[in-house]
């Protein structure tokens, strides 16, 4: 079974630029989240789908960042326009829709540099 | 707010043991859940406690006390590759969503 998968691995871009990360959770699992660790900070949350439904994007700092899963499969979050301090390691993870689903599959990040 | 506190960095060497604590404030709490990350990779799950008590998954074992907001995870027999970040998270269903507030993570590091 393959994993959670995260596109880009790494992305450096300019401090007004515009830049989009993908995710690809594991096949059959209708949570999606998605979580960003700032450099020396711990990892917080950002938002959380259900299939194609946001359920909380109470973590999400402002309208610069734009979340979508269309059809319900894979997630995308840009970040327009990009920010210093939108750096750091963005970390999707994603579980089952079952009432003891606590367990979150994390993919490997895309580590964000805004310079 | 919510705030989870565990040590920063512990150091140790093979073949000891490890208890890395976690204590929490959180306005909803369902369950701690304990995380596992090498440099570079992703965060991948260890164990889970929703009630007090001990929970052991060969090596590793995790610990709650509710009434406390207290857990703690326990490396034993340490080897090399347990090396890693150790993070503690709790799962808040609040919002019926199961997110995941997490401490800022113990460094553990085993020495030969």
């Known amino acids: 079974e393959a994993g959670v998968t995260q596109f880009p691995s790494h992305s450096v871009i300019e401090k007004g630029q515009t830049v989009t990360l993908r995710c690809d959770p594991i096949s059959g699992h209708d949570n999606l989240y998605w979580y960003r660790r700032v450099m020396g900070k711990e990892i917080k949350f950002l938002l959380h789908?259900?299939?194609?439904?946001?359920?909380?994007e109470s973590g999400m700092p402002n309208n610069r960042f734009l979340a979508e899963r269309t059809g319900g499969t894979y997630s995308t979050l840009k970040v327009q326009p990009a920010e210093l301090e939108d750096s750091g390691v963005y970390f999707c993870?994603?579980?089952?829709?079952?009432?003891?689903?606590?367990?979150?599959?994390f993919g490997p990040g895309t580590r964000l540099t805004v310079t | 707010g919510q705030s989870l506190e565990q040590p920063s960095e512990v150091t140790a060497v093979e073949g000891a043991i490890v208890q890395i604590n976690c204590t929490y404030q959180t306005s909803g709490f369902y369950g701690l859940s304990w995380y596992q990350q090498h440099d570079g990779g992703a965060p991948t799950f260890l164990s889970y406690?929703?009630?007090?008590g001990l929970e052991e998954t060969g090596r590793f074992s995790s610990f709650l006390s509710r009434s406390d907001s207290y857990g703690y995870l326990l490396l034993q027999e340490l080897q090399m590759k347990d090396s890693a970040s150790y993070f503690c998270?709790?799962?808040?269903?609040?919002?019926?969503?199961?997110?995941?507030?997490f401490g800022g993570g113990t460094r553990v590091l085993v020495k030969p």
């Open positions: 998270a709790v799962r808040d269903d609040k919002a019926a969503g199961n997110k995941l507030t």
């Open positions: 993870a994603s579980s089952q829709v079952w009432r003891q689903s606590y367990e979150q599959y």
């Open positions: 406690n929703a009630l007090d």
């Open positions: 789908f259900v299939k194609e439904s946001k359920q909380d």
